[in-house]
């Protein structure tokens, strides 16, 4: 069975840094490009950040860009996102999301965490 | 970047009707090799989203057959023939064609009446 666990959601003061991480299970994690997408309290998806199968493609949001950086650990089967310059628009449930397809594949969201919450407040 | 524009944002349907969700791209979503990158999502209350709909109209493993997609280019639907009480919840829709820049639907609420 697939199984995604993100962690290390915090409160954080603005300006401050912190990385949340995604523990993925039940599948050939190198194979996959893998996702983190965020919901602020109350409010719809916002896509933040992908990268490819071998970490060699990045690709991130306007709104993260220069802020957040996305990386992976094939060899510990585990996602990561280092946000630093936090601000209060950076408050959400943090969701890492599994490609549908291996390699290659369209970009579709086959399967979710259930979320790690990052709130950034003074 | 591409918008997506869903309608309704909020639909109100009596138990084993019909309901139906619309979704609306600014620019075409077939991507250069002929698919078109375009997933419906479905979030529960309380609950993480799950994927329903991928490449337009193909249901995504488990998904009951109730529901179906359809649509092409810049439109796209979201249909659900008889609505069970565990379809409440939020239903969006998202592009991955462009896929540097995804960008999902505002999302629509999906009540029983």
């Known amino acids: 069975e697939v199984q995604l666990v993100e962690s290390g959601g915090a409160v954080v003061q603005p300006g401050g840094s912190l990385r949340v991480s995604c523990s993925a299970s039940g599948f050939t994690f190198k194979d996959y490009t ?7 309290p109350r409010k719809g998806l916002e896509w933040v950040s992908l990268i490819n199968w071998d970490g060699s493609r990045t690709y991130y949001a306007d709104s993260v860009k220069g802020r957040f950086t996305i990386s992976r650990d094939n060899s510990k089967n585990s996602l990561y996102l280092q946000m630093n310059s936090l601000t ?11 490609n549908l397809g291996p390699g290659v594949s369209p970009y579709y969201f086959g399967c979710w965490g259930q979320g790690t919450l990052v709130t950034v407040s003074s | 970047d591409i918008v997506m524009t869903q309608t309704p944002l909020f639909s109100s349907v009596t138990l084993g009707q019909p309901a139906s969700i619309s979704c609306r791209s600014s620019q075409s979503l077939v991507h250069s090799g002929g698919d078109t990158h375009l997933s419906w999502l479905q979030q529960r209350p309380g609950l993480r989203p799950r994927l329903l709909i991928y490449n337009i109209s193909d249901r995504f493993s488990g998904v009951p057959d109730r529901f179906s997609g359809s649509g092409a280019g810049t439109d796209s639907t979201l249909k659900i023939s008889r609505v069970e009480a565990e379809d409440v919840g939020v239903y969006y829709c998202m592009q991955t064609t462009q896929f540097s820049r995804v960008t999902f639907g505002q999302g629509t609420k999906l009540e029983i009446k």
């Open chain 1, 88 to 98: 209060v628009e950076d408050t959400a449930l943090y969701y890492c999301a599994k």
């Open chain 1, 34 to 40: 893998m996702h983190w997408v965020r919901q602020p």
